[in-house]
T-cell receptor, first 112, second 114 residues
Framework: GNSVTQMEGPVTLSEEAFLTINCTYT??????LFWYVQYPGEGLQLLLK?????DKGSNKGFEATYRKETTSFHLEKGSVQVSDSAVYFC???????????FGIGTKLQVIP | DGGITQSPKYLFRKEGQNVTLSCEQN?????MYWYRQDPGQGLRLIYY???????QKGDIAEGYSVSREKKESFPLTVTSAQKNPTAFYLC?????????????FGPGTRLLVL
């Protein structure tokens, strides 16, 4: 079956540091890949997505590239801010009515 | 504004009591989902529904029940058979007719046991 692997964290960074959160996956076919963000006490919001190999999703300074050869979709940001503190979920969707598979979420703490 | 609403924000359950969590969407989406979120476990699928009057069990359906009488609504009942109901519950929807479309989430309901 499908699976998504990401570190739980917490990842603690100083403001303006470079961020990488690793995400690797196992899936059949050609899934779409997503990063969702969850701020404290809230639901999940879509951060970015990529639907095919070599696509790069980007939003709010965050980027992730769909790497089929390494089955990865790592999230990066060049300079984090305190307001980026949240839990980040990697997810994949194989399409149709199949369920979306989520990773366990990585908590990011950015300190001033 | 289009979106998903969940109510209440906090819900307290007594022993042996059934409680119902509300989820409403005005996005005209066919598919709706219920997830449970526990610390360190990510999101686990409870039930999902592709169309009105049809729903399927997810990975952890025991102790839960749902209905889908209207396209806009997908309420979740946590029954007394669910022995460990304390968690954050998230409802989501998406346009099931579009391949690999994004899921949109509600703000969540936190259920606590008295």
């Amino acid at each position: 079956g499908n699976s998504v692997t990401q570190m739980e964290g917490p990842v603690t960074l100083s403001e303006e540091a470079f961020l990488t959160i690793n995400c690797t996956y196992t899936a059949t076919g050609y899934p779409s890949l997503f990063w969702y963000v969850q701020y404290p006490g809230e639901g999940l919001q879509l951060l970015l997505k990529a639907t095919k190999a070599d696509d790069k999703g980007s939003n709010k300074g965050f980027e992730a590239t769909y790497r089929k050869e390494t089955t990865s979709f790592h999230l990066e940001k060049g300079s984090v801010q305190v307001s980026d503190s949240a839990v980040y979920f990697c997810a994949l969707d194989s399409g149709g009515y199949q369920k979306v598979t989520f990773g366990i979420g990585t908590k990011l703490q950015v300190i001033p | 504004d289009g979106g998903i609403t969940q109510s209440p924000k906090y819900l307290f359950r007594k022993e042996g009591q059934n409680v119902t969590l509300s989820c409403e969407q005005n996005l005209n989406h066919d598919a709706m989902y219920w997830y449970r979120q526990d610390p360190g476990q990510g999101l686990r699928l409870i039930y999902y529904s592709q169309i009105v009057n049809d729903f399927q069990k997810g990975d952890i359906a025991e102790g839960y029940s749902v209905s889908r009488e209207k396209k806009e609504s997908f309420p979740l009942t946590v029954t007394s058979a669910q022995k460990n109901p304390t968690a954050f519950y998230l409802c989501a929807s998406r346009d099931g007719t579009v391949q690999q479309e994004t899921q949109y989430f509600g703000p969540g309901t936190r259920l606590l046991v008295l």
